[in-house]
């Protein structure tokens, strides 16, 4: 069956990196549009960048510039860059396909379409 990883999570100081990459297996990757979300404690689930099966990607506004969604067809993995990591990008990140909506009530609950998270901290 379809399956979403994620990796690349951890703990920074403001103003660090981290990559965080999104690895799938079952089903055609190259053919889907690929999303990462975050949820941060207290609060709802939201779509943070996504990325087409062509290459657009879309950011919040309040990570543009910072973080960069790729994709590699041959490996079926979609990563993200984290770059100037905020005290307020602190969450848990979860990958996933499909259609996407500026907040999601499945975050890491619907497997196979989603992955099941990986916590970001950034201390200040």
């Known amino acids: 069956g379809m399956q979403l990883v994620e990796s690349g999570g951890g703990s920074v100081q403001a103003g660090g990196s981290l990559r965080l990459s999104c690895t799938t297996s079952?089903?055609?990757?190259?053919?889907?549009?690929m999303a990462w979300y975050r949820q941060a404690p207290g609060d709802e689930c939201r779509l943070v960048s996504y990325i087409t099966l062509i290459g657009r990607t879309y950011y919040v506004d309040s990570v543009k510039g910072r973080f960069t969604l790729s994709r590699d067809n041959d490996k079926n993995t979609a990563s993200l860059q984290m770059n100037s990591l905020k005290p307020e990008d602190t969450a848990v990140y979860f990958c996933?396909?499909?259609?996407?909506?500026?907040?999601?009530?499945?975050?890491?609950?619907?497997?196979?379409?989603w992955g099941r998270g990986i916590q970001v901290n950034v201390s200040s």
């Open positions: 079952g089903f055609a990757f190259a053919g889907f549009d």
């Open positions: 996933t396909t499909g259609a996407f909506s500026s907040t999601s009530r499945d975050c890491g609950r619907r497997l196979g379409i």
